[in-house]
T-cell receptor, first 114, second 114 residues
Framework: DVKVTQSSRYLVKRTGEKVFLECVQD?????MFWYRQDPGLGLRLIYF???????EKGDIPEGYSVSREKKERFSLILESASTNQTSMYLC?????????????FGPGTRLTVT | QKEVEQDPGPLSVPEGAIVSLNCTYS??????FMWYRQYSRKGPELLMY????GNKEDGRFTAQVDKSSKYISLFIRDSQPSDSATYLC??????????????FGQGTILTVHP
C-alpha cells in the first residue's frame, strides 16, 4: 500500500519566515509533485521532480523552491513566506510510465502565514 | 481560459439520486482522463481512469469521455451519504516529457443527504 506522508498537518508561520514542507513516499516512485489547493482554483502544480536532483517548474513556481536529495523525499521551500501563500499544500508521487495508476497524495499541510 | 473547466457546484442531492459530474477541456493532447475523490481533510485518491474515448464502469460509478466534444463525465448511481466529497477531474498527456503531470479541474463539492 503506497504511503505518502507530509511532515505537518497544520503550520502557522510569520511573514518573511523561511518555511520547509517535507514529503516522503515509501514506494520507490520516480515522480514527485507539490501542489497547492485553494477554494475555487482546484489543485495547481508548483514544482515536480522526475528523478533525484531533477526538478521542473509547474504552473505557479514563483516564491517557491524545491529540493530532492533522495528518491523518497521531496521538500518544498518558501524562501520568504507571504500571506498569499496561505493555502493547503499537497504532495503526490507516481511511477514513471504508469500514468494510468494516477498520483498518490499525502494528507496535506494547511499552512497559515500571518 | 483554464485548460480544464469543471462545474463548481456545490451539488446537493438526496440519497439514491443519480449524480452527474462534468468537465470540459481545451487541450486535444490529453489522453488520460481521471476522477479523484477527496474527503474532508484528506488528500485526493484516484477513483477511476479512462484512456482516450469511451465508457468505463466500476460498480455504481461510470466514467465517460467524449474527445470529439472535449467533455468528460462521472455518473454515480444510487448515491450514498458516504459519496459526499469533493470530486476532481484530472487529465494528462501520454508519454514524452509529461512525466505523468496532471491538470486538474476546480473540483465539485457533492453532498448526498439521507
Amino acid at each position: 500500500d503506497v504511503k505518502v506522508t507530509q511532515s505537518s498537518r497544520y503550520l502557522v508561520k510569520r511573514t518573511g519566515e523561511k518555511v520547509f514542507l517535507e514529503c516522503v513516499q515509501d514506494m520507490d516512485h520516480e515522480n514527485m509533485f507539490w501542489y497547492r489547493q485553494d477554494p475555487g482554483l482546484g489543485l495547481r502544480l508548483i514544482y515536480f521532480s522526475y528523478d533525484v536532483k531533477m526538478k521542473e517548474k509547474g504552473d505557479i513556481p514563483e516564491g517557491y523552491s524545491v529540493s530532492r536529495e533522495k528518491k523518497e523525499r521531496f521538500s518544498l521551500i518558501l524562501e520568504s513566506a507571504s500571506t498569499n501563500q496561505t493555502s493547503m499544500y499537497l504532495c503526490a508521487s507516481s511511477l514513471l510510465g504508469r500514468i494510468y495508476e494516477g498520483q498518490y497524495f499525502g494528507p496535506g499541510t494547511r499552512l497559515t502565514v500571518t | 481560459q483554464k485548460e480544464v473547466e469543471q462545474d463548481p457546484g456545490p451539488l446537493s442531492v438526496p440519497e439514491g439520486a443519480i449524480v452527474s459530474l462534468n468537465c470540459t477541456y481545451s487541450n486535444s493532447a490529453f489522453q488520460y482522463f481521471m476522477w479523484y475523490r477527496q474527503y474532508s481533510r484528506k488528500g485526493p485518491e484516484l477513483l477511476m481512469y479512462t484512456y482516450s474515448s469511451g465508457n468505463k464502469e466500476d460498480g455504481r460509478f461510470t466514467a465517460q469521455v467524449d474527445k470529439s466534444s472535449k467533455y468528460i463525465s462521472l455518473f454515480i448511481r444510487d448515491s450514498q451519504p458516504s459519496d459526499s466529497a469533493t470530486y476532481l477531474c484530472a487529465m494528462s498527456r501520454a508519454g514524452g516529457t509529461s512525466y505523468g503531470k496532471l491538470t486538474f479541474g476546480q473540483g465539485t463539492i457533492l453532498t448526498v443527504h439521507p
